[in-house]
C-alpha cells in the first residue's frame, strides 16, 4: 500500500505545480479497501476539465461485507460526522446512508472482500473553493477510512 499511497501523492503534486495538464486526465481514479479497514489513498485531485469522475472502488480483502463492507461516500467536510451517524440507522441494505440525502454528493454500494464497484458523478455540481471529504459510511469506518477530493 505504501507505493501507492506515494505514487498517488507525488501525481496529485505534480499536477498541482503544473497546472496545467493533471495525472489523472481520464477523469477516473481507483481506490482499494482491505481487510484493515483501510483506503489506499487519501487525497483525490480531480481535473476541473472533467464534466464527469468516476470513482472505482475494490476491496482486495477477503472478509464479507456485512463484517468488513467499505463504500465510497463524497459529502461536505461538515457532513460526514451526521452521515455516518444516520446511516448506521439505515443499515447494510441502504449502504449505510440516509436514503435520497441531500448531504450526499455521490455514492456507491457497500461490496466485501473480492468486490469491486463505481460511481460517475457529475463534476460541475462541485465547488472548486470546497475541498470535500470522501469516507466510508460503515459503522465505526469512517473516522479512519477518509480522505480529501478537491477540483483543481
Ligand atoms: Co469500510
Do not use: K
Not at 481514479?29 to 489506499?40: L, T
Not at 460526514?80 to 446512508?97: M, P, S, T
Amino acid at each position: 500500500m505504501r507505493p501507492a499511497r506515494l505514487l498517488w501523492a507525488t501525481a496529485a503534486l505534480s499536477a498541482g505545480l503544473s497546472g496545467a495538464v493533471s495525472a489523472q486526465d481520464n477523469c477516473s481514479a481507483d481506490i482499494d479497501s482491505n481487510d484493515a479497514m483501510q483506503f489506499d489513498t487519501d487525497v483525490m485531485v480531480v481535473d476541473s476539465s472533467c464534466d464527469e469522475f468516476s470513482v472505482n472502488l475494490t476491496h482486495s480483502g477477503e472478509l464479507d461485507r456485512d463484517v468488513m463492507g467499505h463504500n465510497w461516500v463524497l459529502s461536505e467536510a461538515d457532513d460526514v460526522e451526521g452521515i455516518a451517524e444516520d446511516g448506521i440507522a439505515a443499515g447494510l441494505e441502504n449502504n449505510y446512508l440516509p436514503p435520497e440525502d441531500d448531504r450526499v454528493i455521490a455514492y456507491t454500494e457497500v461490496i466485501g472482500g473480492g468486490e469491486e464497484t463505481s460511481v460517475t458523478f457529475d463534476v460541475n455540481q462541485l465547488d472548486p473553493d470546497t475541498v470535500y471529504t470522501f469516507f466510508c459510511s460503515f459503522p465505526g469506518h469512517s473516522s479512519v477510512m477518509r480522505g480529501t477530493l478537491s477540483v483543481e
